[in-house]
């Protein structure tokens, strides 16, 4: 099983980034798909959930209208796409899958840079 992040990446305040998560090695399509962040000395977070069929998606509160979660089952990955950035969005972003029997897959985080 794999889930590997890519769009690592140094941009400034109200800046866009697009995150991708590939996932190999499970039946993606059964699987919620999720978007956590740690910042350094904060506990993690979840950002963004997608759940199969991808009709259903849920928020942090304060990304809320800047940040968009999708899912592609045919390429079997999920993408959190990232506008209106703001230093307090800095932190490692980590891919999650969360599927039947409590399987919970990971990926290894991807560091998001908000200065200036």
């Known amino acids: 099983v794999q889930l590997v992040e890519s769009g690592v990446g140094l941009v400034q305040p109200g800046g866009s980034l697009r995150l991708s998560c590939t996932a190999s090695g499970f039946t993606f399509r059964y699987y919620d798909m999720s978007w956590y962040r740690q910042a350094p000395g904060k506990e993690r977070e979840l950002v963004a959930s997608?759940?199969?069929?991808?009709?259903?998606?849920e928020y942090l509160d304060s990304v809320k209208g800047r940040f968009t979660i999708s899912r592609n089952d045919a390429e079997n990955t999920a993408t959190l796409q990232m506008n209106l950035l703001k230093v307090d969005d800095t932190a490692v972003y980590l891919c999650?899958?969360?599927?039947?029997?409590?399987?919970?897959?990971w990926g290894q985080g991807t560091q998001v840079t908000v200065s200036l």
């Open positions: 997608i759940l199969p069929g991808g009709e259903y998606t």
């Open positions: 999650n899958a969360r599927g039947p029997r409590n399987t919970d897959y």
